[in-house]
């Protein structure tokens, strides 16, 4: 399998968490592809179980019914950096998961115990099966999902510069409610009692405010290769 290959490109793990806006996704992917590495996106599956839950007629304000049917929905990402996919029982949902009724009650469904235990798993079998090493972006991915990943990064960037980037992504969105919002997961996501989003003690910081993503990009992919070149 290694002949040929470069000493320097042995399998590494990276793990990148931070907070909606920082530009977790676009660094994630770019540098996966750049180095070769495939890329899991943990937040789409989260996503995905609570599609599933809210398709499913599934009573979101009660923590009992989301954890008796967490195990239910078979959730298949694909990993590969250009074109990551994600099904939910063979239905390409990578569309659907992204809709405001889907993103308003993820928090809600993914701070249930059940549905971490099932992600998480999802989350160590694939990042455990990717040869060539892999990308792994999230909230908890360095403290809880990998917390033995060769490399950590977290990602943190304003407030407003964050709601300014995702109300661009979400196309003519108000800058002002897009920032309320992101504060207001933030808060559900950080004092959640499974898992919360937290930065891992030996992660790298990067504060996204005052770069461009192109330099972000090119900060974690010097990161990486350090990492590796160090093994």
Known sequence: MENGAAPT?????????????TGKSSTSKAVAAQLGLSYL?????????????VTNGIDLTDPTAIAAVAGKPEIV?????LAPTITVDGYDVAGPIRTQEVTSKVSAVSAVPE?????????RSIAAGAEEGIVV??????????????LKIFLTASPEARAARRSGELKG?????????????????????????AK?????????TELTLAQVIECVVTLVEEKRAGK
């Open 173 to 197: 969105s108000d800058v002002a409610a897009t920032r309320a919002a992101l504060i207001q997961r933030d808060a559900a996501d950080s004092s959640r009692k499974t898992s919360p989003l």
């Open 41 to 53: 996106d943990t937040g789409a599956q989260y996503r995905a179980i609570t599609w599933w839950m």
């Open 200 to 208: 891992a003690g030996d992660a790298v910081e990067v504060d996204t």
């Open 77 to 81: 990402s694909g990993t590969d950096p």
């Open 137 to 150: 972006e999230g909230r908890d991915i360095g403290t809880t999902v990998l917390p033995d990943a060769d």
């Open 9 to 21: 490109a042995q399998p590494v793990i990276v793990a990148i968490d931070g907070p909606s806006g």
């Open 115 to 123: 549905v971490r235990t099932r992600i998480t798993e999802l989350q």
